[in-house]
């Protein structure tokens, strides 16, 4: 079983184009939408979001929705703990794929480091 982990240096889930994501007022709530929507930069990337340093700028202070944890995910999108490892890694793999693609390093790199082999 894989589980799941931040892969530093990776920042695809700081990729918030709306357009990829149809459904967030349905996991949001309307402050958080608010918010959400103030932090996409023009070209879909988050505000906060450092390509040179390849990290979140507000990390430790980040919002609710950027926070991948068991408490988080159940608020959001539903999901038991038990289930969560396994959703998150899911997240992770589409998330990467949709941003980089799976012939990416970092991609790759992520399949390695949570041993699954999609």
Request: with cysteine.
């Amino acid at each position: 079983m894989s589980k799941w982990l931040c892969m530093e240096r990776c920042g695809a889930c700081c990729h918030l184009d709306p357009s990829d994501r149809p459904d967030l007022d349905v996991y949001l709530q309307p402050d958080e939408l608010e918010l959400y929507l103030s932090m996409v930069g023009e070209d879909g990337w988050c505000i906060n979001y450092s390509h040179e340093m390849r990290k979140c700028n507000i990390y430790e202070d980040r919002p609710r929705f950027c926070r991948v944890k068991p408490d988080t995910f159940h608020q959001m999108y539903g999901v038991i703990e038990e289930d969560f490892n396994d959703f998150a890694v899911d997240c992770c793999f589409q998330q990467i794929d949709g941003v980089y693609g799976e012939d990416s390093p970092e991609y790759s790199n992520y399949l390695s480091a949570t041993n699954d082999e999609e």
